[in-house]
């Protein structure tokens, strides 16, 4: 699995991890039931904290993404599939968010507000 993070964006690189397992989950390079990179083998080949690393982890964790296993590691859980028109409506939210200059950190935020009506 390829995780690519830019030192030089605004958004934590913490997000950004998460953000990559969850590409790679959605591409199919990671099938649920396969482990990941072990948080030490990953913050090493990205050069950066094994905190930050486990803080993606955790997210993954909270959000049910991944399952955290002690001598086992993380591995990748069983999703339902995305239905095509929640797929196809959040197309359109990033092209629409993309148009308007948000960030993703933006998007998920509003996302977050709108979520808590």
């Not at 699995?1 to 934590?12: H, S």
């Not at 359109?92 to 996302?111: F, N, P, V, Y």
């Amino acid at each position: 699995m390829l995780v690519r993070i830019d030192t030089t964006e605004a958004e934590p690189i913490y997000v950004q991890i998460v953000r990559e397992v969850r590409a790679a989950i959605s591409r199919g390079d990671v099938k649920a039931g396969e482990r990941l990179p072990a948080a030490r083998d990953l913050a090493r080949s990205l050069d950066v904290n094994m905190h930050t690393v486990l803080r993606a982890y955790s997210e993954l964790r909270d959000a049910g993404d991944i399952e955290l296993r002690r001598g086992r590691g993380a591995v990748v859980q069983e999703r339902a599939a995305v239905h095509s028109d929640v797929v196809r409506a959040l197309d359109k939210l990033l092209e629409a968010g993309e148009r308007h200059g948000m960030s993703l950190a933006d998007i998920h935020s509003a996302l977050d507000e709108r979520g808590t009506r």
